[in-house]
């Protein structure tokens, strides 16, 4: 089955720096990559997605991309604020095992400000 | 709108109550979700229903019940819970279980059993 990685565990930076998180996955048929951001106490909240056809999307502050090839895929942040403290889950979905997602273990962002 | 809600947001139980946890989309989705997550670990899939019919079972124990009586609805029964039962469940929907099809998570109700 599908197996995810997700670096780092925990990354604090400063306000208004950029923030990289890391996910390797290991199914090649994988296709579809969510991330999603948990507050505390909240259920986790889709911020992004990518689609294996697509090598770079981008929504204002929050970017992602995916080598397809190497199989990671990354989620960027750029001008980070306090209200971006949260924890991160990256996502996988193999073709064929259409119903189920495979997260990574999560990142915890701190944004000191 | 992209909601899922979850009643209650809190439960706490003992070992030998029966209590239900539910939740609501309106969004016409036709596959919904129950998932499992302890404390600083990812969710862990229980249970799938799609089209209101159960098609997958992560392997959950009997003293979970999951139920769907309607494409909008969705419960989770619980008895004769253990202690390391105690979590947080989220239930989730997508549109279909189709390959990439974007999951709404609700926020949850933290079980506790003493």
């Known amino acids: 089955g599908e197996n995810v990685e997700q670096h780092p565990s925990t990354l604090s930076v400063q306000e208004g720096d950029s923030a990289v998180i890391k996910c390797t996955y290991s199914d090649s048929a994988s296709n579809y990559f969510p991330w999603y951001k948990q507050e505390l106490g909240k259920g986790p909240q889709l911020i992004i997605d990518?689609?294996?056809?697509?090598g770079e999307k981008k929504d204002q502050r929050i970017a992602v991309t995916l080598n397809k090839t190497a199989k990671h895929f990354s989620l960027h942040i750029t001008e980070t604020q306090p209200e971006d403290s949260a924890v991160y889950f990256c996502?996988?979905?193999?073709?064929?095992?259409?119903?189920?997602?495979?997260f990574g273990s999560g990142t915890q962002l701190t944004v000191l400000p | 709108d992209t909601e899922v809600t979850q009643t209650p947001k809190h439960l706490v139980m003992g070992m030998t109550n029966k209590k239900s946890l539910k939740c609501e989309q309106h969004?016409?989705?036709?596959?919904m979700y129950w998932y499992k997550q302890k404390a600083k670990k990812p969710p862990e899939l229980m249970f799938v229903?799609?089209?209101?019919?159960?098609?997958i079972n992560e392997s959950v124990p009997s003293r979970f019940s999951p139920e769907c009586p309607n494409s909008s609805l969705l419960n989770l029964h619980l008895h004769a819970l253990q202690p390391e039962d105690s979590a947080l469940y989220l239930c989730?929907?997508?549109?279909?279980?189709?390959?990439?099809?974007?999951?709404?998570f609700g926020p949850g109700t933290r079980l506790l059993v003493l």
């Open positions: 229903y799609s089209y209101e019919k159960l098609s």
């Open positions: 990518i689609r294996s056809n697509v």
């Open positions: 969004m016409g989705h036709r596959a």
């Open positions: 989730a929907s997508s549109p279909r279980t189709s390959e990439g099809e974007t999951q709404y």
């Open positions: 996502a996988a979905r193999a073709r064929g095992s259409a119903r189920q997602l495979t």
